[in-house]
């Protein structure tokens, strides 16, 4: 880190574990494999959960929760490093170990949840009140119960377990290892120059630059498609594979449960995006008139307005980036700027842009050391920026829940993407507040447009492709031309056919990485209901005033013990299975819409 830097761009994750490459972190981790097999072992000889059995069971749950800290700790730390490093050898062969020890924990997981599964409700609550342990777990304990249904029977769960390593897991780590080792071939000052896919920039000034680089990044994609193909197909054919033996009525049963929601929610809100989303078609008509084109293309709708010239942002500095989110946060709330400057100051982030790093960006929790890791690549950009706001949102919100027991620490994802994006929302709205002029405010809306277009469409045409191709996966393996006919179409459906004809994405399916997720199917959704839901609950701010940061917390120590429904209604007020909520965030979006049109036609004018 150079003198003149205030904030480092690289980690710290030396003071959480030992190097991967010592001893002490290979002592830690026989350490822990002997207490996870102690431990699972230990579940196998679990009583029948019952008020005589309370005590004993309510031990237990003691060592689980401190073998399964333990193993979120491992595994956040080797992710991290793998992250950073790409071709690391010896950190693919560490991923490869941890991955070993999944049928261990999934074996923990078996007998908990189908003892569980024997109890009614009323059985459960009852023997819930037989031991403090148990009552403070309560929730834990009836989630549990409800996933057990999604559980084969023990031996064959087992089984699953054991193949699992080698199968669906594999196969996605064989998708982090061939796209952490892409290279795009792009032209930089007269020379041919490589980069990882996550350095191309895709929001030039210039149309041609993005072009050029848009079709550079997909003939890279497309050199593994057909691998990447295999590897999708595999995933989604074993889990067909599983929720056909358990007699699951679809495939969206599991990733509802996983998210603590019903269908009645999802429905709900793909519903109002889906009447109310035709909106965006203005704003994406006059961002095409105001970059002289007819129509956009893909590589078009995060491209920056002419009126960004000379406004200073596109050469926006890490330390720039970060004072200003501090300022931002700290207007908000004083508590949630002083965590925010903590995280920075404490080396909790790696955003260097350099070659080798895996694409995208995360923030992972460590229970034991009770804090956060935040990943991603800063491009010097105002995109960058946001996404830094929105790491930081969710590392906040495993900060609110710290000193929750364990197992209450745990959320959905869709949970996790309100903390994110509410974080990103406050961090754009400040912005627009405090714009110096109107060409700045044309700007700042044509971001916050450009997200919206990002949740309501794209993410949208990944749902959709998503449910098609597991339709079409049930009656045999789908080769790679088909998903990209199945990616164009579910574009073209989900973008209202707002962009040039021959300006779609079809290879978009081997470029993102959610979809080859192993551990939890429908990965994309979450990103959408958490945008929605926390353009909503900031529309609240306004109202609830000096109450809001209060109510705030509260919904998210609501989100690791209560389904998503009750986490909403018990802090908010609102019910999810209605339109009325998400057409209020809806009506935010629209609002904003106007505004862009007012402020693009006054200035043409």
Known sequence: MSKDQKYSQTWDLDSLLPHPQTDGFSGQLASFRSELARVAEESDRLPPLSSGSARAWGEFLDRYAAVAATSSDLSSFIGCHAAADAGNKLFQQLEAKLASFEPDKERIATNVELALRALSPDDLAAVGAAHPKLAENAFFLQDRRQRAGLRLPKELESLAADLAVDGIHAWSRLYDRISGALRVRVMERGEIVEKSPGQVSLDSLERS?????????????????????????????????????????GHLDPPLRYNRMSRATLDAMWLAVTVRKRVLLK??????????????????????????????????????????????????????????EMALTNKWLEVENRPGKRQGGFCTWFPTARQSRIFMTFTDSPDAMSTLAHELGHA???????????????????????????AEAVLNEERLKSAASRDEQLVLLDGMLADAVAYLM????????????????????VPAARLGELMRAAQQEAYCDGLSDDGWNPNFWVSKLHFYISSLPFYNFPYTFGFLLSTGVFALAGELGAQFAERYERLLVATGSMPTEQAVQSTLGYDLTQPTFWNRSLDVIERRVEQFLELADRRDS
């Open 209 to 249: 630059v993005r072009e050029n680089n848009f079709f550079a990044v997909d003939k890279a994609w497309l050199q593994i498609a057909d691998t990447c193909a295999d590897a999708l197909n595999h995933i989604s054919g074993t889990r067909l594979a599983i929720y056909k033996r358990l007699g699951l009525p």
């Open 458 to 477: 794209n993410i949208h045409a990944r749902f959709l492709f998503e449910d098609r191709f597991h339709l079409e996966r049930a009656a045999g393996e």
């Open 396 to 422: 906040y919100h495993s900060h609110v829940l710290k000193d929750r027991p364990f197992f209450l620490q745990d959320y959905p994802m869709n949970l996790a993407e309100t903390a994110s994006t509410f």
């Open 283 to 340: 704003y994406l008509a006059k961002k095409a008139q105001l970059l002289g084109l007819d129509r956009l293309a893909w590589y078009d709708v995060h491209a920056p307005l002419p009126q960004a010239v000379g406004l200073g942002e596109r050469n926006l500095s890490y330390d720039q980036a970060c004072s200003h989110v501090l300022a931002t946060f700290h207007g908000f709330s004083s508590r949630l700027g002083k965590f925010a």
